[in-house]
């Protein structure tokens, strides 16, 4: 936040419909400029040479603000070794899981008269819309995943920051399995502008569900969702803040949904006999998949349930026959071998199209989100023959916190 040239240079001219207030900034009389995207002051009498200049870009620094009388309290959550201004950093800043090196704080900017601040706030209030923030969120509460932490988790590490942010929220806990899928399917979603899950990656594929499976799912599939890491693996939000250039945590994913930070999801249709369901993650088929189903008996030790039971199928491999076909990436066309196209790869246990999906699920399912289709014209199939150990289908880098399996997976 403070800039590392200061001394070096004169201070950038504010911008035509800049506000320019004298102020006192934490009890220090100051010049204060706020901007179309920064929040700035300097002491007073140090005009000309710009020496001790301040800043919070209001994007990447500030959660949110209020008006008390003559003050506009401005809460922060920026990079304190960059600028050390406002009070000390809060201990709900780096709890938990922690906020990389973001910091809690508040910076005090006092006016000369409450309409002074009250126009301050009205401008503060008109960037924030213009940054496209969310101001109604629909949180959905796991409090049986991982270590069954999901209510201490809201209370402590997600409630702080998202009443400093000031967005409105409604809470719900989820009751038993598939609970998320029910609520996101009912949601009035007019309401809000995201729903959140405080969970594991597995609520999170229950609300997709649930959105697709609504008759208005070309609706309901752009509502932005977002993820805080209460579950066992958090493989979504470690891919999410990486791809972002922020460190795995808590907060950081908390104030990556307050800034209202978005990116595109493929989505996967997945339809077994008369079932059919969506899959944003990954799908794994043989060891990942065994481990993770059995030892949900061992829930209970969190995380560690994953490398325990690990040992136990490792040493115990089993395998399984089956046939893959496949469409490669560029740069992949050597995998596998080719496959005879003389007909439709239909025939060989390929659809080309969603037509074989919705013949094979219930008349009730299709008003819902049909799945992709392929266009076989150009394609070339390529198959990989069994038997498998194990079979991992990821769409996006990370499995779980720090464990990256498909570094070239993008969102």
Not at 309 to 323: A, D, E, H, P, T
């Amino acid at each position: 936040m403070a800039d590392p040239q200061a001394g070096a240079r004169a201070p950038p001219e504010p911008q035509a419909d800049a506000l320019v207030e004298s102020v006192r900034v934490d009890g220090a009389a100051a010049e204060a400029t706020l901007s179309d995207a920064e929040l700035a002051w300097r002491p007073s009498g140090r005009v000309r040479d710009g020496a001790g200049r301040r800043k919070l870009e209001l994007e990447s620094d500030v959660l949110g603000f209020r008006v008390d009388g003559r003050a506009l309290k401005v809460a922060t959550f920026a990079r304190w070794d960059e600028a050390g201004v406002g009070r000390p950093p809060s201990p709900l800043g780096c709890g938990g899981a922690g906020g990389g090196d973001r910091r809690r704080g508040e910076v005090v900017v006092e006016m000369e008269s409450e309409e002074a601040a009250e126009r301050w706030g009205d401008a503060m209030r008109d960037r924030f819309v213009s940054l496209g923030r969310p101001k109604r969120l629909f949180i959905i509460v796991n409090p049986f995943g991982g270590k069954r932490s999901g209510r201490r988790i809201f209370q402590t590490e997600v409630l702080p920051l998202i009443e400093a942010s000031g967005i409105q929220y409604t809470m719900q806990e989820t009751k038993h399995r598939l609970h998320a899928q029910e609520i996101a399917g009912s949601l009035d979603l007019m309401k809000y502008d995201g729903i959140i899950c405080v969970s594991g990656d597995g609520i999170l594929v229950e609300v997709v569900n649930g959105l697709l499976q609504r008759e208005d799912w070309s609706t309901a599939i752009k509502v932005p969702l977002g993820i805080i890491p209460a579950g066992t693996g958090n493989g979504m939000v470690q891919a999410l803040l990486h791809s972002a250039g922020e460190p795995f945590s808590m907060s950081n994913a908390v104030f990556a949904i307050i800034r209202g930070h978005k990116r595109a999801l493929d989505v996967t249709s997945v339809v077994q006999g008369k079932t059919k369901f969506f899959s944003v993650m990954m799908l794994t088929w043989g060891l990942v998949a065994d481990i993770d189903i059995e030892s949900e008996k061992f829930r209970w030790m969190g995380s560690a349930r994953i490398e325990v039971y690990s040992l136990v199928r490792v040493v115990s491999l089993r395998r399984y026959n089956g046939r893959i076909l496949f469409i490669p990436a560029p740069g992949y066309e050597g995998f596998g071998d080719p496959v005879e196209q003389t007909t439709s790869c239909k025939s060989n246990g390929a659809s080309n199209s969603v037509e074989g999906d919705r013949s094979s699920v219930s008349n009730d399912e299709t008003c819902t989100y049909p799945g992709p289709s392929v266009d076989e014209a150009d394609v070339k199939w390529r198959s990989l023959n069994g038997p498998f150990v194990n079979v991992w289908i990821s769409n996006i880098a990370f499995a779980c916190e720090g464990v990256m399996i498909a570094p070239q997976a993008k969102l």
